[in-house]
């Protein structure tokens, strides 16, 4: 049976859609984005602050859930500027460590939901 899953520690869905979705062990979750969860203003300062907000969201989904970032089984990142990768690689390295990072996509675009840079989804295992 679907369960779906939402938390306050993370921004509320902008649209028809839930934060994340769990079945038969497996975790969806929604792209985030750089909202932060405490007041909805956008994270644009830098393309670090804007990934470190992205994935703090996701993890807090994935936690929510009851899963973690090490159970994370794929990442997809949309960009909207390549030339951006060697910076945002570097702060998504501070939150899946080589040894269980996820399988991973990381693909430009034109455009982005608020217009903004970066957007993450992942699947999870829940145990």
């Known amino acids: ?7 306050p520690n993370a ?8 934060q994340a979705t769990a079945i038969n ?15 909805g203003s956008l994270v644009l300062d830098n393309i670090e602050a804007e990934t470190h907000q992205v994935l703090q969201n996701v993890k807090a989904i ?4 009851g899963s973690s970032l090490e159970k994370v089984l794929k990442a ?9 990768f060697g910076r945002i690689n570097t ?29 993450i989804s992942v699947i999870a295992s829940i145990s």
């Open 91 to 119: 702060i998504y390295g501070e939150y899946f460590k080589p040894e269980w990072a996820p399988a991973r996509e990381l693909v430009q675009v034109s455009e982005l939901p608020k217009f903004v840079n970066i957007e």
């Open 76 to 84: 997809t990142v949309f960009v909207k500027d390549m030339n951006m």
């Open 62 to 65: 994935v936690e929510a859930a």
């Open 1 to 7: 049976m679907k369960q779906i899953v939402n938390t």
């Open 25 to 39: 062990g497996l975790l969806f979750v929604s792209g985030q984005i750089a909202i932060n969860p405490a007041d």
């Open 11 to 18: 921004p509320l869905p902008i649209g028809p859609y839930n």
